[in-house]
């Protein structure tokens, strides 16, 4: 049966070999939250293994052909990869949907298929290397770990459900993140799911075992380093810190209505406030209260009666920490039609209702929170779907913040937290992580949970704790080893308190970054490109 699957994804051609890599793609997707059915991609690697046989075994009336064809499986398999991964963007279209319903079809379409642009590249170069044998397995890890790489940065990079996730499918499988990093990761997840297509290779059964051997080992071992960190003794919290984490669940539609003002601000007010039950603590036995992404529905230092409240909320000795919208005048004396500059803010506040720090976000979410080309787009008729005049203007870079009586933090506003190796300052190593957040643009759908998933990975990564608060979504204090301590779930009104779990010692991936996975790249397409040349060269036997 196996093998008559094999000859059918060998032998396939045209549209039937496109729909199989297609359905593949959507299978894969499986492996991300909230499903996380990481052994589905020991079906769709080996199929997308053969496909690409496929395109050798026809040889596709030439080179040009073939590297074309293996282009669409790549393409295909990327494209049914991220429209079953990322459907649920959609959501975000359907909240103000008279003024973006429309635009709806051509973002859960467009963006797939401009991300898996990439993944047809990988399968090209994969093509270009392509041997029989185990080192076709190696090729394919590269070539796609590369792309994801490049899908990271390319563009201001959009690395959201990278393949290396679905490795991470729960918190035993992602502590090798601390050695490599989330792209580490994809190399390996495509080395082990991958690697049962040599089963159905004609080389001696000896050297197939051989290799299925090898990656074998090296799983264990990656599970058995998981086991390793996940037993050693955690740090211990940070003393003296106690949070408070509010997490109001307010419906997006409702956000920016006129007459929510109120009733939004007092409902933070009330949850920070209220007893949350007979064993948690008062306010006054809480250092730091944690508000969410742009949780005012004003801008904060233009109500002087807002910051009243929040001083007649915050006990002496209790800090604000919240995601605010931030106003100043426009650059340049101001521009026609945008009197100020908007950014996307983290203001810390003290229990006197004093502005002490503030953090712009340095990494907006295109068409979210400023549009790419606005002259043209907004000519056809595009616009932010934040409603800010003009969209969020960009913070000049990213910075820690010092809360008082707290350790330096990290600040992370919405998406900057999916950025791998970028999350931190290695000059100057904070005590934690924060991420601030509003998923309520998605509903109950699985980005949320994939948000998630990827703040824990950057906490396993950095080896540093995350704090993470949802207006809705999945509010959570995450230790240094992507444990989560407490959580609220998705959909919920509330609020938690929790310690601050203390850092662990900078990881690997902290100290080397990417280097790793750089220079397993280049020892694979090495050894790829010299068994190439070999192949092609010809042999002669000289008798002695």
């Known amino acids: ?45 080996p199929g997308l293994v053969w496909l690409i046989d496929s395109t050798v075994a026809k ?30 963007i959609g959501s975000a279209f359907l909240v103000e949907a008279d003024d973006f319903a429309w635009m709806m079809p051509f973002a ?15 399968a090209v170069v994969a093509r270009l290397l392509w041997i029989e044998g185990p080192l076709r397995i190696l090729v394919l890890a590269a070539t796609l770990s590369g792309a994801e790489w490049l899908r990271g940065h390319v563009l201001t990079g959009f690395p959201w459900n990278a393949i290396g996730y679905g490795f991470a499918a729960n918190t035993l499988m992602m502590q090798p993140a601390a050695l490599v990093g989330i792209y580490g990761l994809g190399f390996l997840s495509v080395l082990v799911f991958a690697a049962p297509a040599v089963l159905a290779d004609a080389e001696r059964l000896l050297h197939r075992f051989a290799f299925l051997g090898a990656v074998a080992l090296l799983f264990a071992a990656s599970l058995g380093y998981g086991a390793y960190r996940l037993n050693e003794p955690a740090p211990a919290d940070v003393a003296n810190v106690r949070l408070r984490i509010v997490q109001p669940d307010i419906p997006q539609v409702e956000k920016w209505a006129p007459g929510n003002v109120q009733w939004i601000f007092e409902r933070y007010l009330d949850l920070s406030s209220q007893p949350l039950g007979p064993n948690e ?12 992404e742009s949780a005012f529905p004003f801008i904060l230092t233009q109500e002087p009666g807002a910051l009243a409240s929040i001083e007649a909320l915050l006990p002496e000795n209790t800090v604000l920490i919240t995601g605010a919208v931030r106003a100043e005048p426009a650059a340049n004396g101001g521009t026609p039609g945008r009197e100020a500059d908007f950014y996307n803010s983290i203001y810390v506040i003290n229990g006197d209702g004093t502005i002490v720090d503030a953090y ?8 979210g929170e400023y549009l790419p080309l606005r002259g043209l787009l907004t000519r056809l008729g595009l616009e932010n779907m934040v409603r800010v005049p003009g969209g969020f203007t960009p913070g000049f870079r990213h910075r820690e913040l010092t809360p008082p009586g707290a350790p330096e933090l990290s600040p992370l506003i919405c998406y900057e937290a999916i950025f791998p190796g970028a999350v931190a300052d290695r000059g100057d190593r904070p005590g934690s992580l924060l991420n601030l957040t509003n998923d309520a643009w998605f509903g109950d759908a699985p980005g949320p949970h994939q948000h998630l998933r990827q703040a824990r990975l950057r906490a396993v990564e950095e080896g540093l704790p995350m704090v993470r ?36 010692l900078p990881t690997v991936y902290v100290e080397v970054g990417d280097w ?21 060269t010809p042999q002669f036997n000289y008798l002695m």
């Open 108 to 122: 859960v379409l467009a963006m797939p298929a401009g991300l898996a642009l990439f993944w047809a590249g990988a």
């Open 59 to 88: 040889n596709e009336g030439g080179k040009s052909r073939a590297l074309r064809a293996a282009a669409a499986v790549g393409w295909w398999f990327g494209f049914g990869y991220f429209l079953a991964g990322l459907w649920w």
């Open 516 to 536: 790793p996975l750089a220079i397993a790249l280049l020892l694979v397409f090495s050894a790829a490109g010299y068994a190439r040349l070999r192949a092609s």
């Open 281 to 292: 603590d008062r306010l006054d036995k809480i250092t730091h209260v944690i508000w969410p």
């Open 360 to 367: 712009d976000k340095v990494h907006l979410v295109p068409f």
């Open 1 to 45: 049966m196996i093998q008559s699957l094999v000859d059918g994804l060998i032998l396939s051609w045209g549209w039937r070999r496109w729909g199989a890599a297609f359905v593949l793609g959507c299978l894969a997707a499986l492996c991300q939250a909230p499903f996380d059915l990481f052994f589905v991609l020991w079906l769709s690697f």
């Open 469 to 504: 608060d949802a207006n809705t979504g999945i509010s959570a204090v995450i230790d240094a080893r992507g444990r989560i301590r407490a959580q609220l779930p998705l959909g919920r009104s509330g609020a938690f308190d929790a310690n601050l779990p203390g850092a662990d």
